[in-house]
């Protein structure tokens, strides 16, 4: 097994060897004879920034497997500092690999040393080495090895590209964080490579502070449901332990949580999802009619009135107490509002879950 690994790292290292290699003669050979690629070179070196993204993106289109150093330079220039720019380019690089061709439609990526082609040829020769210079193993041929390489490089590209979309979906501008999310749910949307971590994403800015983009997020996880009915479950399942589950979640992330749940649309023939919801919705119930812990303060404890003055003494707050101990009751308000928003927000989603539970059907 050993002697197979080292083998595929060989067979790596040669690979990207070739890759480069080959990149680099397509580019030699376009930029010599084509009027275009002249063109689309000058812009990328002396051009404004939106010029310089439209370049690089009609570069990589016309051939993604000879044009990597394009896409990193796309990927670089979506992790600069200014925002307009970098979302910009982020969302070329999105195009790219959410409507393009650069990403396979029907699978995730593979890294090389995992591509089947090479594991079965490994697993079937008799001699399970291969050194640099040697004859390929099997009928592998130095296309199957760029083809390898380049699909490995790749994956490893759009899981960086990956965490600079995490860093602009927690942006502190509202718009790159709306734009970001946008392209989250695209991507999730319309490819497969990185699902989970694309859904964990979406799902999180339910607990967005700012209310347009915590019911943008919500209103996207619905229009996925609609374009992938078989993921219902699965973005369920997110949902209750990304926000339901997980310790120190936010009353209003749990609000939006439960108002997404309570939309989903559901047919006779997902009884399973509905049971889900239906469980999810008495535990949810359980926990939000649970009283608070008593106080414990001392009984002599001072207590505000209404003036902002100690009960039993006619001396006035200062001014940053009284702020913090109106704030706070603000605050334990505005948490009981919540509680029973959530409270009816469960209500509603039981009573849309039932009917297609067949629970009545039992007994």
């Known amino acids: 097994m050993s002697r197979h690994r080292v083998a595929i790292a060989s067979l790596h290292t040669y690979a990207k060897s070739l890759l480069e290699a080959d990149s680099e003669a397509y580019a030699s050979k376009h930029l010599s004879t084509s009027s275009s690629h002249k063109f689309l070179s000058t812009i990328m070196t002396s051009g404004t920034l939106s010029d310089k993204v439209s370049a690089l993106t009609l570069v990589v289109q016309e ?6 150093k394009s896409f990193e330079s796309l990927l670089g220039l979506a992790k600069k500092r200014s925002r307009g720019q970098a979302v910009e380019a982020l969302g070329a690089i999105k195009d790219l690999l959410a409507m393009g061709v650069v990403l396979p439609s029907d ?35 130095k296309a199957h090895l760029i083809s390898w390489a380049f699909e490995d490089w790749l994956k490893e590209a759009y899981f960086d590209m990956l965490k600079v979309l995490e860093g602009w979906c927690n942006d502190e501008v509202e718009y ?19 699902e989970s971590n694309l859904l964990r994403l979406l ?53 939006y949580a439960i108002n997404t749940l309570n939309q989903t649309i559901l047919s006779l023939k997902e009884e399973t999802v509905a049971r889900r919801l239906l469980d999810i919705y008495f535990d949810l119930f ?15 404890a001072p207590v505000l009135n209404r003036k902002g003055q100690i009960q039993g003494g006619g001396a006035p707050m200062g001014r940053k107490a009284k702020a913090k101990a109106n704030k706070e009751e603000e605050a334990k308000l505005s948490g009981e ?12 989603g039981v009573n849309r879950a039932f009917p297609f539970s067949k629970s009545d059907d039992t007994g």
């Open 107 to 141: 699978r995730r990526l593979r890294t090389f040393a995992t591509q089947p082609g090479l594991i079965a040829t490994m697993q079937e020769t008799s001699n399970p080495t291969w050194n640099s210079g040697g004859v390929l193993p099997g009928n592998i041929t």
């Open 286 to 300: 359980v926990t939000l009619l649970k009283k608070p812990e008593p106080d414990t303060k001392p009984k002599d």
């Open 63 to 68: 051939s993604p497997v000879h044009t990597t």
């Open 203 to 255: 799902v999180n800015k339910l607990g967005d502070p700012e209310k347009k983009i915590a019911s943008r997020a919500s209103y996207l996880l619905l229009q996925l449901q609609i374009s992938h009915p078989l993921m219902k479950g699965i973005i369920i399942s997110s949902i209750e332990d990304e926000l339901l589950l997980r310790p120190g979640q936010s009353l209003h992330a749990k609000y």
């Open 337 to 348: 509002e919540t509680v029973e928003k959530m409270i009816s927000a469960v209500l509603t």
């Open 176 to 194: 790159a964080r709306s734009r970001a999310v946008s392209y989250v749910y695209e991507l999730l949307k319309e490819k497969p490579e990185q």
